[in-house]
């Protein structure tokens, strides 16, 4: 059973960071695609940024810069790097496991982790 867990949210002000975990429990960790994906009150879940096995990096348009997404395969653990944060970053943060090809749906989830960036 694949089980998510993320760690590493809170309450920060506009301008600081936050550095966000996902350990995952998950066999050839190394294999899967990772991304992270983000959900505030009254929106859609959005994409923020994924990893591929070999560390290939995408991010969302608005994250650009600000944000990097990172693995430990070792750890199985993927992360994502957040500065210059803004108010409009507040979300909560999931992160997911892709274990098919490029053109597939995300197949696990985790619980989240609330970011809240204040003005």
């Known amino acids: 059973q694949v089980q998510l867990t993320e760690s590493g949210g809170g309450l920060v002000q506009a301008g600081g960071s936050l550095r966000l975990s996902c350990a995952a429990s998950?066999?050839?960790?190394?294999?899967?695609?990772m991304g992270w994906f983000r959900q505030s009150p009254g929106k859609e879940r959005e994409f923020v940024a994924g990893i591929g096995g070999i560390g290939v990096p995408t991010y969302k348009d608005s994250v650009k810069g600000r944000f990097t997404i990172s693995r430990d395969n070792a750890k199985k653990t993927v992360y994502l790097q957040m500065d210059s944060l803004l108010p409009e970053d507040t979300a909560v943060y999931s992160c997911?496991?892709?274990?098919?090809?490029?053109?597939?749906?995300?197949?696990?989830w985790g619980q989240g982790t609330q970011v809240t960036v204040s003005s």
């Open positions: 998950i066999r050839a960790f190394t294999r899967y695609h």
């Open positions: 997911a496991v892709r274990l098919g090809g490029p053109s597939g749906s995300y197949d696990y």
